[in-house]
């Protein structure tokens, strides 16, 4: 009867320390958020603009050339992916059905 009073008190204390890690977490996410859209001028497309140069997904190109090695590696990617998605998608579709019979 005690060890599982000991086990039910340590699970709420873990579940309350995983809470508060995530509670942390959160705060620190909305005020990452709030300090970033006040420094963009409260403008969300300001925001999403600024993040996408950051990590690379909007980028000037000096030539032409420069623009198709970059269309192309992304086309590789888009490539590799679908690869990779389709035997999944297509065993999915085409999975057998079992007939059942029921007697009466």
């Known amino acids: 009867?005690?060890?599982?009073?000991?086990?039910?008190?340590?699970?709420?204390?873990?579940?309350?320390?995983?809470?508060?890690?995530?509670?942390?977490?959160?705060?620190?996410?909305?005020s990452a958020?709030?300090?970033s859209l006040s420094q963009s001028g409260w403008s969300v497309a300001e925001l999403t603009?600024?993040?996408?140069?950051?990590?690379?997904?909007?980028?000037?190109?000096?030539?032409?050339?420069?623009?198709?090695t970059h269309i192309k590696g992304i086309e590789y990617i888009i490539c590799v992916a679908f690869f990779a998605a389709f035997p999944v998608f297509f065993k999915y579709v085409n999975n057998t059905k079992t007939a059942v019979t029921v007697k009466q």
């Open 49 to 68: 603009r600024q993040y996408m140069v950051a990590v690379g997904a909007i980028g000037e190109f000096e030539t032409l050339v420069d623009f198709y």
């Open 33 to 35: 958020l709030t300090f």
């Open 1 to 30: 009867m005690a060890a599982t009073q000991e086990n039910t008190r340590g699970s709420k204390v873990l579940l309350g320390v995983i809470g508060g890690i995530g509670a942390a977490i959160g705060i620190w996410a909305m």
